[in-house]
């Protein structure tokens, strides 16, 4: 990666920030690959530096490379774009912003930093006309920023449902096919490698919301942020729930689901949640296993898209992350510019309250004549409409005497109904003598909406 170059055109300066997994991917890629780079954005790459926290780890490069002050190699003249993979928010925020005021192209696969900044981000690059470029953000090697940004920028996106996390899915893909409680699995998946030390921001579907925040932003143009976004994770996912939707030939999948919707005001506006749902094994998005991710449009002239791939790891991730750096340094050396942010439709986010869907509602009652009715009337009484129940005997809890009342498990479907009227459905169930426990409520994805 040298500056000297036969055609005498200008390098492109790149400053990398972060040499974890994938930023000694992206740094070994643009090393093995500097040739065929080159020929595809018209100028060689360079390698101005790499900053890291730790200088007295052996990186395998020049030391002379590696520094310890972002901000100093930010601010260098001869670094046209800032790859940055440290992660987190208060460091790279000021580092990001500086770059794009000062015109430098920006490529980032910082989720958190995007789902709660986009808004300063952007206004940062328009100030200058710079890029930014966030694919890895999303879903890891898999190309769906960009078909939204760029392809599908004539077209109007209805809905967008994806998985987007591979640690929850690869837990919930086990706990489908093995029959494992939700803690055994997640052990299996923190020694795989698969899980993070402390696992929350995955299985409490903080990432997953991070990312829903990102997808609604762009396709429905319209700015929404991380905290925008309903949020539900998958800790409370049973066996039994697994066998529920066996039984209902479903599976269950932490979802991503931003789509278009009419508010109680009457005018349009944009819902952004993430929860686990129960998914018919028909449903494209029902195959996808593992630590893999993937991604659904639904657009009026495209019709529905499916994409699909590997969402976390080294060298997916790097894959993103070159693949906006190529277009970053292309633009340099075209003088060209990328989509920005369009925020022109302003919807506003919905209410939870305000959504739709169908639901999944087990309880255990007492198994004695009039509860069925009962519990049929407290659904009818706030507005639910049932569309199925299965009753079951319950197994007598640990611990209980021999003259402990018998129970049964009602597993209730319901047609479409509001989340606030379900809700009160089952806080009026939880007040009756006769139902012991409503020990779990899962909304349906993917069904017919009657």
Do not use: W
């Not at 005021?101 to 981000?121: F, H, I, P, Q, W």
């Not at 923190?190 to 903080?206: F, H, I, N």
Request: with cysteine; glycine share 8%; net charge negative.
């Amino acid at each position: 990666m040298s500056d000297a170059t036969a055609s005498g055109v200008r390098p492109v300066g790149v400053a990398v920030l972060g040499m974890g997994t994938v930023g000694a991917e992206v740094i070994r890629y643009m090393t093995e690959n500097a040739e065929a780079l080159a020929a595809r954005i018209g100028a060689p790459l360079a390698l101005r530096g790499v900053a890291v926290r730790d200088l007295t780890r052996d990186r395998g490069m020049d030391p002379e490379l590696v520094t310890a002050d972002p901000a100093a190699l930010v601010a260098r003249d001869d670094v046209d774009v800032v790859v940055e993979l440290m992660g987190g928010i208060d460091l790279p925020r000021p580092l990001l912003l500086d770059a794009l005021r000062s015109g430098k192209a920006v490529v980032t696969a910082n989720k958190a930093l995007l789902a709660e900044y986009t808004d300063e981000l952007a206004d940062a690059a328009d100030s200058t006309q710079s890029d930014l470029y966030f694919e890895a953000a999303v879903a890891g090697a898999i190309p769906v920023i960009g078909p939204l940004r760029r392809s599908m920028a004539g077209d109007q996106v209805e809905r967008v449902v994806g998985i987007v996390n591979g640690t929850t899915n690869y837990i919930l893909s086990e706990m489908g096919s093995t029959g494992a409680d939700y803690s055994e699995t997640l052990a299996e998946a923190s020694r795989l490698g698969y899980a993070e030390a402390d696992p929350t921001a995955d299985v409490e579907g903080y990432d997953a919301a991070a990312k829903a925040a990102i997808l609604a932003s762009i396709a429905f143009h319209s700015r929404v942020s991380a905290g925008d976004v309903y949020r539900e994770g998958i800790s409370r996912i049973a066996p039994a729930d697994f066998e529920s939707a066996r039984d209902m030939d479903c599976t269950i999948k932490l979802l991503a689901i931003c789509e278009k919707l009419q508010c109680a005001d009457g005018t349009e506006g944009v819902s952004a949640r993430v929860y686990p749902a129960l998914l018919p094994n028909s449903h494209p998005l029902a195959a996808v296993g593992g630590a893999y991710n993937a991604v659904v449009v639904e657009a009026e002239a495209a019709g529905r898209l499916m994409f699909y791939g590997q969402g976390a790891g080294g060298s997916p991730t790097a894959s993103a992350v070159l693949g906006d750096l190529v277009a970053a340094a292309r633009n340099k050396v075209g003088a060209g510019r990328a989509p920005g942010e369009s925020t022109y439709a302003a919807l506003q986010v919905a209410s939870m309250d305000e959504v739709a869907t169908r639901y999944h509602v087990r309880m255990r009652v007492a198994d004695k004549p009039g509860v069925l009715a009962l519990v049929a009337a407290e659904f009818s009484n706030h507005g639910v409409s049932i569309a199925q129940v299965r009753q079951t005997e319950a197994e007598t809890p640990e611990g209980a005497g021999e003259d402990a009342e018998p129970t049964a498990e009602l597993t209730v479907l319901t047609h479409l109904a509001s989340e606030r009227a379900l809700a009160d459905t089952v806080s009026a169930l939880t007040d009756q003598d006769a139902v012991t426990d409503v020990t779990s409520v899962i909304r349906l994805e993917g069904m017919d909406t009657e």
